[in-house]
């Protein structure tokens, strides 16, 4: 583990937070994401009011209707470059 070196967190935004910064970033609406990730819009909701846990299947879907790597929705305001010692 000495090739490794902490994440340090750089902003506090909630897992539900971050789908709905990447999802108005990208100028979908609730409805178009679910309709190009196959999640019920109730359930896109419910995730970004943090009343719905995302969970890594949701997480890897959600990820690739929007594009982003699935750390990003997962890890919300982490710097999670660098995070390996060259």
Avoid at 48 to 74: F, Q, S, Y
């Amino acid at each position: 583990m000495k090739d490794y070196r902490k994440a340090k967190k750089t902003v506090d935004v909630s897992v539900g937070e971050s789908v709905r910064i990447m999802r108005e970033l990208q100028e979908l609406s609730q409805t178009e994401l679910a309709d190009l990730s196959g999640i019920p819009q109730s359930t896109i909701s419910g995730i970004e009011n943090d009343r719905i846990n995302l969970g890594i299947e949701r997480a890897k879907t959600l990820a690739r209707a929007l594009k982003c790597h699935p750390a990003v929705l997962v890890f919300p305001g982490w710097d999670i470059k660098d995070l390996r010692a060259a």
